[in-house]
């Protein structure tokens, strides 16, 4: 992250996780999404309340 201005943080974050790079929006996202995290926990690690992605279910990479 940059930012033009000094003492400047990042303050929250959303992970998007789609079958096909057209989905990787917020209102699309039709694996996973985080929602907005702004109070992340100590952990780096992100959380999901649904489970995991079924088996060969297809991940899409932005290009």
Not at 28 to 55: E, F, I, L
């Amino acid at each position: 992250m940059t930012s033009p201005g000094r003492g400047r943080r990042q303050s929250a974050y959303r992970i998007l996780v789609a079958t096909t790079p057209d989905r990787l929006t917020p209102s699309r996202a039709d694996v996973w999404n985080s929602g907005r995290v702004t109070h992340p926990p100590r952990s780096p690690c992100a959380t999901s309340s649904g489970g995991p992605p079924g088996p060969r279910t297809p991940i899409a990479r932005p290009s």
